[in-house]
């Protein structure tokens, strides 16, 4: 049977080399008599003469290819000026858009996150280039502080104001405890922020899974999320702005910046690519840096170079000693429509849960005074500049000095400052 075969084929090797003839030649039960192999047909290709392949012998035994159908084109009914299901009408685009905007913003958590039907064109076409997140996706070089190193309090329950060990203690001789949040005067299921701590330049630490105390301890809040919805409009000169069709109240926490948290030495190379557009979207994780400095003079003096694993981190601080900056461009919440003012009526303030790591924490805003429905929600981009809100103040209005290169503040106010932030990212809360 093999010489058979062999014998018409052009190709000796491969049918009489036992390897070959076995992978691919079905065995003769297998094979249907009543239809007569094809003659085997002389090679055509310059692949076949030089690399003899098993394809064509295969194609022989098979059969080759099903046979094609035939349609009777006489029987198929020519209408004319009917156009096919797919051409009844064009796709509607604006639909299709509208569908996505809805499917985005539904991804939010939360109470429901709208826009004005003004702004939905805009809207629409910044909205395909943009993911809202709820978490700070980690971007790479990043890595926080593992949970194990994060400590809790001991509270049982709810904690106790003074003696609950996840809150910051006044620097001076008392050491009492910062309380950041107190009952809202016209609900006692709200908590806001206490208006002492607006005074003070300090980050919230919030208990956490670590904790003795439980889900409904009043230093909970900013985990909890946003209780308020949030309204993205056009405001004219100064892009897109938020607003909430909600009251607010002095205090309460509004959401959290989220975006990419990425190093310090990405967020350069970012900038520079979107300084021509002279937006910005970037804020620095750098609130507690320069608190510890003893802390770490004394791990680098005890530490050799082979054993700090951390060495590679080490290499992305910079001068600052910034290691960590969120960027909101492409990815973030709606909390990246909130607009500058040199009068804001929110502020953004730090918020910490794992207590152990002083680079990885969130940026909440909350309202600095009663906040009427539909009333634009503005922070103050560099509170610690001349001028600014912090504590302090400096030089306002028209006396302010203005950076020729700085990106010049619209926010109309009587004590603007003329400009938003020197030509360069926000450095973060201060
Ligand atoms: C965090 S974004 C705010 C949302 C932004 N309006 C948008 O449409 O995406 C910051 C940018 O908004 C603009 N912006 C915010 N506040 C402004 C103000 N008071 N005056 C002028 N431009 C402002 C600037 O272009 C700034 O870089």
């Given at each position: 049977m093999l010489q058979r075969l062999a014998s018409h084929c052009p190709f000796s090797l491969p049918f009489t080399h036992p390897r070959f003839f076995l992978s691919f030649y079905p065995p003769f039960?297998?094979?249907?008599?009543s239809k007569p192999t094809p003659p085997l047909q002389p090679p055509t290709a310059l692949s076949q003469t030089y690399y003899p392949t098993d394809a064509y012998q295969r194609k022989a035994i098979k059969g080759a290819y099903p046979k094609a159908k035939r349609v009777k084109r006489a029987d198929t009914p020519l209408v004319l000026g009917a156009p096919g299901p797919l051409l009844t009408?064009?796709?509607d685009v604006r639909q299709q858009t509208h569908q996505t905007m809805q499917r985005k913003l539904r991804a939010i958590r939360g109470p429901e996150v709208t826009y004005d039907p003004a702004a939905e064109p805009r809207l629409a076409d910044f909205i395909m280039n943009f993911e809202f997140v709820n978490t700070n996706p980690l971007r790479k070089g990043v890595v926080p502080v593992s949970e194990e190193f994060n400590a809790g309090c001991t509270c049982d329950g709810v904690c106790d104001e003074a003696t609950c060990l996840c809150l910051s203690k006044e620097e001076?001789?008392?050491?009492?405890n910062i309380v950041p949040y107190r009952r809202a005067p016209d609900d006692p299921h709200m908590m806001v922020l206490d208006?002492?701590?607006?005074t003070r330049k300090a980050m919230i630490y919030e208990c956490s899974d670590r904790c003795g105390c439980n889900a409904g301890c009043w230093n909970r809040v900013v985990q909890n999320g946003r209780t308020v919805r949030l309204e993205i409009f056009y405001t004219g000169d100064r892009g897109f702005g938020l607003r909430s069709p909600d009251r607010i109240r002095a205090g309460q926490f509004i959401d959290c910046y989220t975006g990419e948290v990425i190093t310090t030495a990405a967020a350069d190379l970012r900038e520079a690519i979107h300084t021509a557009h002279g937006t910005s979207y970037l804020f620095s994780?750098?609130?507690?840096?320069?608190?510890?400095e003893d802390y770490e003079e004394d791990a680098s003096s005890s530490s050799s170079d082979e054993d700090n694993d951390e060495d590679d981190q080490d290499d992305q601080v910079t001068e600052s000693g910034c290691k960590y900056v969120i960027d909101g461009r492409n990815f973030g919440g709606p909390t990246r429509f909130i607009n500058h003012s040199c009068n804001p009526n929110c502020r953004m303030i730090p918020v910490s849960r794992n207590h152990a790591d002083r680079d990885l924490y969130d940026l909440a805003f909350f309202a600095l005074r009663e906040i009427p429905p539909n009333t634009e929600l503005t922070f103050d981009y560099n509170p610690g500049s001349e001028g600014g809100g912090g504590v302090g103040g400096g030089v306002v209005g028209k006396n302010a000095k203005i950076d020729p290169s700085a990106v010049r503040c619209l926010c109309g106010e009587a004590n603007c400052r003329g400009q938003l932030w020197p030509n360069q990212r926000k450095k973060g809360v201060r």
């Open positions: 039960h297998h094979r249907r008599l009408r064009p796709p001076d001789e008392s050491n009492t208006p002492k701590f607006l994780l750098d609130f507690l840096n320069g608190q510890y």
